[in-house]
């Protein structure tokens, strides 16, 4: 039996039997009603929902990115001056034949303009437009209130963020924000009386993006280096409004992807990771949430390079923490100072085991565009690991529709060996990352019109041979129907 077959019988059980454990649950309360919309929003709608079964929508996302030094670490790289345009295009639907039952489809692609050789992606190398694919990034059926009880059940290709999305929001980290999905079977169950949601989560996500479902323009594109599956359960409880709880419990099995034109992709691996999360508002003004989990399993990595390359099976000891204080001032700007903490640990290359904690599907920009890049040529696109981040950041809504944010971090690692680093690129003798400073400004323009300005610059410390400074650019308009 294929890999996909055994993913189709295990999705196909979960959803069954997850399904039937559900018998036995407290009834759902009744909806609050949304209030009015305008004469404007009210045609919108119409047109978006022409019948009682039927609603679709789109929208168009226009992106010019530029960043020097950050994908190479290495000015004298040809490809370290990167300058592109991304065109997403994305269109959805849902269909409902019943009640609580719904079909839901959505199809995207981002053609992109390169004004100078591409550093990554199919188009390495080349200038001009780069068509891209088409991609169904959404293909489900989600069952609500099954026999009028609060469980629901989506079965097929969605996306799944969980909490903050630490370690769960990104399943396509090669493309980018193109799209974010996961071929999974997710059961919610919501215990409303004991302020309680339960869900199970079952995963099975290939490397390459035409495996489960065709694409247009087929370019044989990768998402990921490794076919991926797991299991997660996770727990939320708001009893305590001081104190919101959340555990989980996430499985990941790894299976390195072969490919007879290009070197071994990917990790085989078992990754155990237990977690868990509190946070709320203490005494009105002060916010706060604290993030950590453990990781064990067995990993065979082929990317170490420190002292030696290594195809052995290592076993796992990893931990991370993801930390956040804030202060509300509650005036009329909006003003919140926060001080944040994170830290990842890095494999000691003086044990046999693997010490590096795995962000598993949590590699995607959740604080730095530089760091999604810089971190690949030291472990992978978006996988962020042996650091710790601590710094202030400030955030202020000067007008209506307009936010502003204001980032700096000191960067640390946690090993000074960067063990799976490209040779040539850090010294593997100092554990200063060096300074990050970000600057977000975003601008609601109407319901349907939004955009921002992104800048950021870092400032290498001796973790690195070059010390040249990263920096990225990104300007943003957002059209939704």
């Given at each position: ?41 009210q ?43 991304r ?14 039952l ?27 437009l ?88 087929n ?51 078992d ?93 995607y ?27 202030p ?24 060996v ?46 690195y ?17």
């Amino acid at each position: 039996m294929t890999t996909n077959a055994y993913c189709s019988l295990a999705l196909g059980i979960i959803g069954s039997a997850l399904t039937a454990a559900g018998q036995s649950l407290p009834p759902v309360s009744s909806p609050v009603a949304a209030p009015p919309l305008s004469p404007t929003e009210q045609t919108i709608k119409e047109i978006k929902n022409p019948t009682s079964w039927w609603s679709w929508g789109g929208d168009f996302r226009v992106r010019n990115e530029y960043f020097n030094n950050t994908l190479t670490l290495n000015p004298d790289n040809s490809l370290a001056e990167q300058d592109y345009f991304r065109f997403r295009a994305r269109i959805w639907s849902s269909l409902r034949p019943v009640t609580d039952l719904s079909v839901n489809v959505r199809l995207v692609s981002e053609p992109r303009e390169w004004m100078r050789p591409a550093g990554y992606t199919p188009y390495k190398g080349q200038s001009g437009l780069d068509w891209t694919e088409g991609t169904f990034d959404a293909m489900n059926v989600q069952w609500r209130n099954i026999a009028n009880l609060p469980v629901s059940v989506i079965v097929g290709r969605q996306d799944i963020m969980l909490g903050e999305g630490w370690l769960t929001g990104e399943g396509t980290p090669y493309d980018g924000s193109w799209s974010f999905y996961m071929d999974s079977a997710r059961l919610t169950w919501e215990l409303k009386e004991q302020h309680t949601t339960v869900e199970v989560i079952g995963i099975c996500q290939t490397a390459k993006d035409d495996a489960w479902l065709p694409t247009i323009n087929n370019q044989n594109r990768y998402l990921s280096e490794q076919d991926e599956n797991g299991a997660i359960l996770n727990v939320v409880n708001t009893s305590i409004a001081m104190a919101n709880l959340n555990g989980y419990f996430i499985y990941k099995h790894d299976n390195q992807v072969t490919d007879p034109k290009a070197p071994p992709r990917g990790d085989n691996a078992d990754i155990y990771t237990l977690g868990g999360r509190v946070s709320g508002l203490l005494a009105n003004h002060w916010k706060y949430s604290v993030e950590g989990a453990y990781q064990f399993g067995q990993k065979q990595d082929l990317a170490i390079q420190y002292p030696e390359v290594s195809s052995e099976y290592r076993d796992i000891n990893a931990f991370g923490l993801n930390s956040k204080l804030s202060y509300l001032f509650k005036d009329n700007l909006n003003n919140a100072l926060s001080v944040s903490y994170e830290y990842i640990s890095g494999d000691d290359p003086n044990t046999s085991g693997d010490e590096m904690f795995d962000t598993l599907w949590g590699r995607y920009p959740k604080w730095s565009e530089i760091g999604l890049y810089s971190f690949a040529a030291e472990t992978r696109v978006g996988q962020q690991a042996n650091y710790q981040r601590v710094g202030p950041s400030w955030a202020i809504t000067p007008m209506g529709g307009l936010d502003f944010t204001a980032n700096y971090y000191a960067l640390f690692a946690d090993e000074s060996v960067a063990t799976r680093g490209t040779p040539g690129l850090f010294s593997n003798a100092d554990s200063f990352r060096g300074h990050f400073v970000s600057a977000i400004l975003k601008y609601k323009f109407s319901p349907h019109l939004s955009g921002h300005l992104w800048a950021e610059i870092e400032l290498p410390g001796n973790y690195y041979v070059h010390d040249e400074m990263l920096s990225f650019l990104r300007a943003e308009v957002l059209l939704t129907f």
